[in-house]
Nanobody, 122 residues
Framework: QVQLVESGGGLVQAGGSLRLSCAASGSITSIRNMGWYRQAPGKQRELVATITNGGTINYADSVKGRFSISRDNGKNTAYLQMSSLKPEDTAVYYC????????????????WGQGTQVTVSS
């Protein structure tokens, strides 16, 4: 069974930093895109950053210059380093990945993690 597990959320003061991790586990053959999304109360889920297996990165304008996404393909893990955090960054952060796995045949499916809360106090 393939799953994504996030960790690293918490409470931090404005201007502080946090590092989120997203580990994929299971009978994984390969992972194409990995990304982070967030959802604040009363708002729609929005893209934060994505990274392909080739290392191509995309950021939301609101986090450019403050957040950095990376991945360790050997560990099937993605990271989101968040710096200069603002109260408006407060949200549940979700990991997303397109994962290919083997079960009788190859399957490619989109997976979401359970989410990790990030709260930035002013």
């Amino acid at each position: 069974q393939v799953q994504l597990v996030e960790s690293g959320g918490g409470l931090v003061q404005a201007g502080g930093s946090l590092r989120l991790s997203c580990a994929a586990s299971g009978s994984i053959t390969s992972i194409r895109n990995m990304g982070w999304y967030r959802q604040a109360p009363g708002k729609q889920r929005e893209l934060v950053a994505t990274i392909t297996n080739g290392g191509t990165i995309n950021y939301a304008d609101s986090v450019k210059g403050r957040f950095s996404i990376s991945r360790d393909n050997g560990k099937n893990t993605a990271y989101l380093q968040m710096s200069s955090l603002k109260p408006e960054d407060t949200a549940v952060y979700y990991c997303n990945a397109n994962i290919t796995y083997w079960r009788i045949m190859f399957h490619t499916q989109e997976y979401w993690g359970q989410g990790t809360q990030v709260t930035v106090s002013s």
